[in-house]
């Protein structure tokens, strides 16, 4: 279940009652088995980057501090067997799967220049998928296409699937989140990161970035849409995380330096169009 701190971001949650079909252990046992099918495509193709690498050990140490803040927003993060990993591959992106499981792909790193403060950014706002249950609710979608609504209707009380291996359809991989499902996985990515002692002012930079170095139809921006809306709302809500991060700094609000970007020209993201519905996956 999840659910909330009484301080830091305030989130406009919304959950509906179709993810109830699919079970959260049975999305935990699908996303294991595809991670360690990413895993061993990774290892066959000698992209699966070693453990003594100091950006693995980067990406590890940057988990350390966000994932004791995870329990605040999922009591159930704090049973899972989290992973961290990191494959290379010039693809900018990265996921976290449910149960904990996250890949990143050094093209993210690379691309972007991204410094420890916007990586833990990236981070947060995928583990803030996996705890606000988003890919519960688009496979439990994707399995009322897939079986049809009459057949779901006839399940008792609108129940769930059992230990049903769900379909195709629901691959983890493939699941498009919603606008709204990024805007929670944003703002709760940039608290985490905030309590965990990142600087959330990174949020803006990062995004600015991927309107900076990335063209459109690239993988991360067709399925995490960045523009000036949407660090609009990062922006709105960071009086919000700003203190938690002074207080991981056990530093005043006042006394916060400014903050200051490693890469020079990072302007206004392009116009983002948006979605009518909000929630409605994003598609490619």
């Given at each position: 279940m999840v659910s909330a701190p009484d301080d830091g971001v305030r989130v406009d949650r919304r959950y509906s009652k179709v993810r109830d079909i699919v079970p959260m252990e049975v999305i935990d046992q699908q996303a294991a088995r595809e991670y360690e099918q990413v895993k061993q495509e990774a290892i066959a193709k000698h992209t699966l980057v070693d453990e003594d690498d100091p950006q693995v050990k980067r990406l590890r140490e940057i988990g350390i501090r966000l994932l004791p803040q995870t329990v605040l927003w999922n009591p159930r993060?704090?049973?899972?067997?989290?992973?961290?990993?990191?494959?290379?591959?010039?693809?900018?992106?990265?996921?976290?799967?449910?149960?904990?499981?996250m890949a990143v792909y050094s093209g993210l790193l690379d691309e972007l220049n991204l410094t420890d403060d916007e990586v833990a950014m990236v981070m947060g706002h995928e583990i803030s998928h996996a705890l606000e249950e988003h890919a519960r609710q688009r496979a439990a979608q994707a399995e009322i296409s897939n079986l049809g609504a009459n057949v779901v209707s006839q399940l008792t009380g609108f129940g769930n699937l059992g230990n049903m291996d769900i379909g195709s359809n629901a691959k983890m991989l493939s699941l498009r989140f919603s606008r709204q499902?990024?805007?929670?996985?944003?703002?709760?990515?940039?608290?985490?990161?905030?309590?965990?002692?990142?600087?959330?002012?990174?949020?803006?930079?990062?995004?600015?970035?991927?309107?900076?170095?990335?063209?459109?139809?690239?993988?991360?921006?067709?399925?995490?849409?960045?523009?000036?809306?949407?660090?609009?709302?990062?922006?709105?809500?960071?009086?919000?995380?700003?203190?938690?991060?002074?207080?991981?700094?056990?530093?005043?609000?006042?006394?916060?330096?400014?903050?200051?970007?490693?890469?020079?020209?990072?302007?206004?993201?392009?116009?983002?169009?948006?979605?009518?519905?909000?929630?409605?996956?994003?598609?490619?």
């Open positions: 993060a704090g049973r899972w067997a989290w992973e961290i990993n990191l494959i290379r591959s010039k693809q900018v992106n990265a996921f976290c799967m449910p149960g904990g499981k499902e990024e805007t929670e996985a944003d703002l709760i990515g940039m608290d985490i990161a905030a309590r965990a002692g990142y600087d959330p002012r990174a949020a803006i930079t990062l995004w600015q970035k991927m309107g900076a170095v990335l063209k459109a139809g690239d993988e991360f921006t067709s399925t995490h849409p960045s523009g000036r809306s949407r660090i609009a709302v990062l922006q709105a809500h960071m009086n919000e995380v700003l203190p938690l991060y002074a207080k991981a700094m056990n530093m005043p609000m006042e006394k916060l330096p400014p903050y200051k970007a490693n890469m020079a020209d990072l302007h206004d993201a392009p116009v983002d169009a948006g979605d009518e519905d909000l929630q409605h996956p994003l598609k490619k």
